[in-house]
């Protein structure tokens, strides 16, 4: 009876060639597979993979490439077309990649079964010394500033950030959270984000990933005395993206204790907890010791997952982290809107396996440059958000329903009995004024932002009318 190949061993065929949008000839597969098939076995599941309709050759003999059959192939599951064009081929295509680049995608997409397990080395970290070394030459870091800087110089540190918090909240946690296989899309997130509204049929913990999210930006935008590069500003980060989301809830801010491991990568981070430790504290201070703030970034977007401090969430605390250079220059900031999230993994595999940066630095400026041509045509649309709003929204939007639910008239001592803890005395007058401009904009149409429906409001309406 003739051996039937494992499902296993056709799909890592299947990715290593999912890798080469444009094609693979046998030759070349052979080779990055080191030669580990006999030709015909590999040429069996070529054949198989073909008739299966997963892949397609083109060409004969010697000269046959295979490929991702195109959309216009019937062989090709028409639910799969859009995600084939978006995602294997125009996202790369739109993310230009040096050649060091391209070498290391080809190394890392290579199935896990051909990639040498490897640990933790220090001396990639001790071979990079603060501004003598550098991941970003001169002439990249100057045409990076130039595009970043406020065209309103000198401004306050942060108010860049600042000026266009709301699209930055919903920006950067969709896209953050998207690099982790979130599924919500730009639109519930901006839902979720401004009215509080869940996207139906996600996942609890997408949801509260996406809060989380808003939560960080704001902890750092909000207060730039927040955006700090210290041990303690990381850990509050870390305490913010994971909140609700750790299997251990005593790991949520907090250096691990334990071993873990990195999906889809051969790589096993340090395991004892006194070294991480003492490693977080000598990434931080070196991180700090860097005088370019986009140099700062990058090194922060390479070595904070490199050293994995935490359980869990490692790669979105540094991609936060990376904004903070950005707030406390007043430079535009990294949303990683529209990053190719295999794109992404690649240039962290690329890090951790190979301690190659080539990849993630061509990431990193496509986003940075992404960034700011969004955030550029931003500006010349929006109105200055209200901070004082941001700060107190919660807590607005709770007393704006405790009146409407309560039946009690909108008026300014009816607020001030009902002022929430978290109001500051100096803020208390100010905020009284804020309920009321609400109450006198409010109508059928737009109480869904305070979570009241319409039937309560008109109740309410009925009695009380506008604030007074």
């Known amino acids: 009876m003739p051996r039937v190949t494992p499902q296993s061993e056709l799909d890592r065929l299947f990715e290593l060639i999912s890798a080469h949008p444009m094609g693979i000839g046998a030759e070349a597969i052979a080779q990055l597979m080191a030669n580990s098939l006999p030709r015909r076995t590999l040429q069996r599941r070529l054949a198989l993979l073909a008739a299966q309709g997963r892949i397609q050759m083109r060409g004969s003999a010697r000269s046959a490439r295979y490929a991702h059959p195109p959309p216009t192939d019937p062989a090709w599951p028409a639910d799969r077309v859009t995600e084939h064009v978006s995602t294997a081929v125009i996202a790369e295509l739109d993310l230009p990649m040096s050649p060091e680049g391209k070498d290391i995608k080809a190394q890392v997409r290579l199935p896990r079964a051909l990639r040498a397990p490897v640990g933790y080395r220090l001396g990639f970290l001790e071979q990079y010394h603060p501004n003598h070394s550098a991941y970003l030459p001169p002439g990249l870091r100057q045409q990076l500033l130039d595009l970043g800087r406020s065209p309103n110089e000198p401004t306050p540190a942060g108010t860049f950030a600042r000026d266009i918090l709301q699209r930055l909240l919903i920006d950067l946690s969709w896209a953050s959270s998207q690099l982790e296989g979130n599924t919500y899309s730009r639109l519930d997130t901006a839902r979720l984000i401004e009215f509080g509204q869940a996207a139906e049929g996600k996942d609890a913990l997408e949801t509260q990933m996406i809060l989380n999210h808003r939560q960080a930006i704001e902890y750092l935008v909000l207060d730039p005395s927040h955006a700090q590069l210290t041990p303690e500003t990381i850990i509050a980060l870390h305490a913010f993206l994971s909140d609700g989301l750790m299997a251990d809830p005593a790991a949520v801010g907090r250096i691990r204790r334990r071993a873990v491991e990195v999906s ?64 406390r220059h007043n430079l535009c900031p990294l949303s990683f809107i529209d990053v190719p999230q295999q794109a992404y993994i690649d240039a962290m595999i690329g890090v951790y396996e190979l301690n190659r940066i080539e990849l993630l630095r061509d990431v990193f400026v496509w986003a940075y440059e992404r960034s700011c041509q969004h955030y550029a045509a931003v500006k010349q649309n929006l109105v200055p958000p209200d901070i004082f709003r941001l700060r107190y929204r919660q807590a607005l939007s709770d007393l704006v329903g405790d009146i409407i639910h309560s039946n009690a008239a909108a008026t300014a001592a009816n607020v001030a009995a009902r002022l929430p803890t978290t109001v500051a005395e100096a803020d208390q007058a100010h905020f009284i004024e804020l309920v009321l401009q609400e109450f006198r904009a409010l109508h059928a149409g737009n109480t869904i932002r305070f979570g009241i429906r319409p039937l309560a409001f008109a109740t309410w309406q009925q009695r009380h009318g506008a604030a007074t």
């Open 264 to 327: 889809g990568s051969v790589y096993l981070p340090i395991a004892l907890p006194q070294r991480l430790d003492e490693l977080f504290g000598i990434v931080i201070h070196m991180a700090a010791e860097i005088h370019d703030p986009f140099e700062q970034a990058f090194f922060l977007m390479v070595h904070l997952p490199y050293l994995q401090p935490f359980e869990d969430v490692n790669k979105r605390v540094s991609r936060l982290a990376a904004n903070i250079p950005f707030i």
